[in-house]
């Protein structure tokens, strides 16, 4: 591994900053636009993603910004391309390459992320674009029967081949294995199940001979199914989350960043802040790669209107600077106040099909 990879990955959690996941492919993009009645088309999605990545001061609490395909092609209304703007203002771009879920043969309710072949060529491809690390999710769902041993597999061997190629490219792999939020599953199941998966994802990029020291793990929180009638407090979420992290997710490892997965915005910093408040051990950075919870106000804000992109912005920015705070334990209801659109409706949140 180089020397520079480490150096990504240790930059990508520096201290009181995060990861900005833009990363959503174009038909989840349009059904979060089209709830708002946005049209989505090229230039409405790079209008919203530029006013995202310039928003002023937004950098200093932002390390790195997600992009996919489309908008990594894609230029600024400046002219540079959108990974130069963002690397302009002291943002590491990142891209996301895998190719989405598909049903997993065997066992046709559950998935398996894609997108392993022609892996190599796309991200040199993107290492040209500017890129400097990448993502890829893998997704488990909770039911009585599920995540299977063989879905926990698959998906645990194609994010380690993924980390594998991507470190070769020299790229920081983000590896995201999402246990999801929906069901009526306890926390402790969501424990135990979310404890299962890391161990067989560290086990698989053991075996692929990935270096720890340059990657960051992107997992979700201990959290209870949305549909479970006891919904664990902010201090047990905390935790329960800690503690699995402490057993399954080896101190080598420099960062890892939290997805939100459908939490609303303030929560997700709520949460983000408690576990870093928590006293014990914490062998890496704790921060945060929000999607919905760094985007949502900020979309909400925006509604596809020229005249609101100033709103937009404050609106990441102040997210941003909230999450900056809690990934640093320093998250109070002073920094909060004046939050435009945090308790947010959660009908924007319940997609994520990428
Ligand atoms: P959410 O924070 O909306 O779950 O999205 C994060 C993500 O997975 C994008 O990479």
New binding site residues.
Partial sequence: MSADLQAVATKLVANGKGIL?A??TVPTITRRFEALGIPSTEQSRRTYREMLFTAPGAADYLSGA?LQDETIHQESSSGASMARALAERGVTPGI?VDAGTRPLAGAPSETVTEGLDGLRERLAEYRGLGARFA?W?AVFRITEATPSPMCIAANAHALARYAALCQEQDLVP?V?P?VLMDGSHTIERCEEITGAVLHAVFHALFEQGVALEGMLL?PNMVIAGKECSRQAPVHEVATATLRCLRRHAPAAVPGIV??????NARL?TTHLNEINRLPGPKPWKIS????????DPALEAWHGRDENLSAGQRALYHRASCNGAASVGKYTDEVEAGSPGADDPPHR?DW?D?
């Fill in positions: 996941a990363d959503e997600i996301k993502k999710r983000i995201e999402e992107k939290f997805l939100s997965g459908g939490q997700a945060f790669s929000y999607g919905r919870a760094l985007q949140r994520r990428d």
